[in-house]
């Protein structure tokens, strides 16, 4: 079986993760579920600590019994380690927009609604943003609404935030000191000019860019044995599109 685009980003996503207590999941959120459960089954192999995972679509995998109150208090309570979020758009200070564009009452788009994406920013230590549409439409120079800023005054105590913003094209690491994204890596047939092409906010671009590593033997062994039909109890058509895991009835 070949790479999938998907896998690459599975275990991009898991590195950025590393070794934590706690990783939490929202609603529609296939690739950081499959990293979460990676980083898991990593820790399981090494017999090493595991970490929790709570996917907050999943009987199984979320240990919160009163979904999104718990995952607050548990947040707050400095419990949760790893969040990620996402927007319709966001823009090269990290801030997203999840409410719409236009004129608030009678708006050009409206997305979702924000829920309570602006206060697991400020209290995860580590929130991973994720996009897998990269293009100038999402990617934009500054938000139309700001949902959750990136960075805050220096005088307002905040002690989580946006680490990185990895989308279907690259990887981009999060400068909070400089309140901007740094391209760290690029992934495979994708190149830089590309990515200055289809992102609409400047960034700090290196010198010398690598490319995303693609997992290794053991990695991708664990994703399609061990997470895969995991996986299939949340997501089932993203687990057979990828993985060909078919989910029992």
Do not use: W
Not at 146 to 158: E, L, M
Not at 200 to 221: C, K, N
Request: net charge neutral.
């Amino acid at each position: 079986m070949s790479l999938q685009s998907e896998e690459l980003l599975i275990a991009a996503v898991a590195d950025l993760i590393g070794d934590v207590r706690h990783i939490a999941v929202g609603n529609a959120s296939p690739i950081p579920a499959a990293a979460a459960l990676l980083c898991r089954a990593r820790a399981n192999s090494r017999s090493q600590r595991p970490p929790y995972v709570s996917l907050l679509q999943s009987r199984k995998h979320n240990f919160f019994t009163d979904g999104g109150v718990e995952l607050f208090d548990c947040a707050g309570q400095g419990r949760m380690d790893v969040f990620f979020l996402s927007g319709g758009e966001i823009d090269g200070e990290g801030n997203i927009n999840l409410v719409g564009i236009g004129d608030h009452d009678k708006p050009q788009v409206r997305f979702p609604g924000s829920f309570g994406s602006a206060y697991l920013y400020f209290v995860v230590p580590k929130v991973i943003l994720f996009r897998t549409e990269h293009s100038r439409r999402t990617l934009v120079p500054k938000v139309s609404f700001v949902s959750a800023p990136g960075v805050s005054d220096p005088k307002v105590y905040r002690s989580g935030g946006p680490v990185a913003l990895i989308t279907n094209r690259c990887l981009f690491a999060f400068d909070k000191e400089r309140r901007c994204f740094r391209l760290q890596s690029v992934h495979p047939g994708h190149g830089i000019d590309e990515i200055v092409e289809h992102t609409g906010f400047d960034f700090v671009r290196p010198d010398r860019v690598p490319e995303t590593p693609a997992p290794d033997a053991q990695t991708l062994r664990l994703m399609r044995e061990v997470v895969a039909p995991e996986l299939a109890e949340v997501y089932p058509q993203f687990a057979e599109k990828v993985f060909g895991i078919v989910k029992a009835a």
